[in-house]
């Protein structure tokens, strides 16, 4: 699995950091949010806990995803901000 991060932009007002990658996953099925999201985290250099896999897009017949996430700065924040069944699916809450 390849990750290239195409777009990141600051979003001040919420204090987090909004990414647009593309993941490339050739001779394999789509990857979880919990692989992208600790390959995120490993290239950007921050806390996997603090990386939020918003929106995997597959297209049919390509090995490629696009994907949208949110890097916040600190736990407190990802928790007040992010819808709990977002939070569910990143596997940060039961």
Avoid: C, F
């Amino acid at each position: 699995m390849d990750i290239e991060i195409i777009e990141k932009k600051e979003n001040k007002l919420l204090d987090r950091e909004e990414i647009y990658a593309i993941v490339k996953h050739p001779n394999s099925s789509t990857p979880n949010r919990i692989e992208i999201r600790n390959k995120i985290a490993a290239i950007l250099g921050t806390n996997e806990k603090l990386v939020i896999i918003r929106k995997i897009l597959s297209s049919y017949g390509k090995s490629i995803s696009r994907v949208w996430a949110h890097v916040y700065k600190d736990e407190e924040t990802l928790k007040k901000l992010e819808p709990k069944y977002i939070l569910k699916r990143n596997q940060l809450v039961s």
